[in-house]
């Protein structure tokens, strides 16, 4: 079975600080596609940002990149210049199959202080 | 705004009861997923529709169903309601649905309480 494992509950950082989350992920697939989704205290799903597997250049979307190590199936997500507004949960999620369907990570929990 | 509905956000009910969870997906989307999250489970795929059609099929009980019609809204019909069920229910809808590129956009969620 497919798993993605984030192994850190919660994360704690300081406003325009940076803070980096963990995911690893388990497939014996060659094509892949991994996401990080944000879910504020609304409880919307909020697409951060993808990864194609095939690519080697790490993703970034603004503040947001990722740290994907392929060989070692590790898929990190970087906040830079933390704002309050990052605080939310946020998931790890792999696609690997050909219907599309997202396996998810439990989630960390990001806390922004002031 | 994500541009895929659900209705309704909240709904309380007893056990034993049946409920139906609307989802209207992103204009010009062709695949529906419905995922669950609960505290004890986290964020689980349940099924997948694509024009219509059945695609695959998750950790799905046999007391939940579903179904996209030629409009392409999809229905999640949950029955003999447990307390297990409470969960917040997620649609979303994606292009195509494969192992692709495309993105799937969710909605807001349907918050499902059973007393």
């Known amino acids: 079975a497919q798993t993605v494992t984030q192994s850190q509950p919660e994360m ?3 406003e325009a600080e ?10 014996s ?13 609304s409880r919307q799903m909020i697409l951060v940002i993808r990864q194609e597997a095939y690519k080697q250049q790490n993703a970034t979307e603004n503040r947001f990149s990722v740290n994907f190590q392929k060989a070692a199936k ?5 906040i830079s210049d ?9 998931f790890c999620a792999s696609k690997t199959d050909s219907w599309g369907k997202l396996q998810f990570g439990a989630g960390t929990q990001v806390v922004v202080t002031p | 705004d994500s541009g895929v509905t659900q209705t309704p956000k909240h709904l309380i009910t007893a056990t034993g009861q049946r409920v139906t969870l609307r989802c209207s997906p992103r204009s010009g989307d062709l695949s529906v997923y419905w995922y669950q999250q609960s505290l004890d489970q986290g964020l689980q795929f349940l099924i997948q529709y694509y024009n219509g059609e059945e695609r695959a099929k998750g950790n799905i009980l046999e007391r939940f169903s579903a179904q996209q019609f030629p409009d392409l809204h999809s229905e999640l019909n949950l029955s003999s309601l447990e307390l297990g069920d409470s969960a917040l229910y997620f649609c979303a809808s994606s292009l195509e649905g494969g192992l692709g590129a495309d993105t799937q956009y969710f909605g807001p969620g349907t918050r499902l309480t059973v007393l």
Do not use: I, N, R
């Not at chain 1, 803070?19 to 388990?26: E, Q």
């Not at chain 1, 933390?82 to 946020?90: H, P």
């Open chain 1, 12 to 14: 704690s950082v300081q």
């Open chain 1, 18 to 27: 940076t803070v980096t989350l963990s995911c690893t992920y388990d497939t």
């Open chain 1, 29 to 41: 697939e060659s094509d892949y596609y991994l996401f990080w989704y944000k879910q504020p205290p």
């Open chain 1, 74 to 78: 590790s898929f990190s997500l970087k």
């Open chain 1, 82 to 90: 933390s704002q309050l507004g990052d605080a939310a949960m946020y």
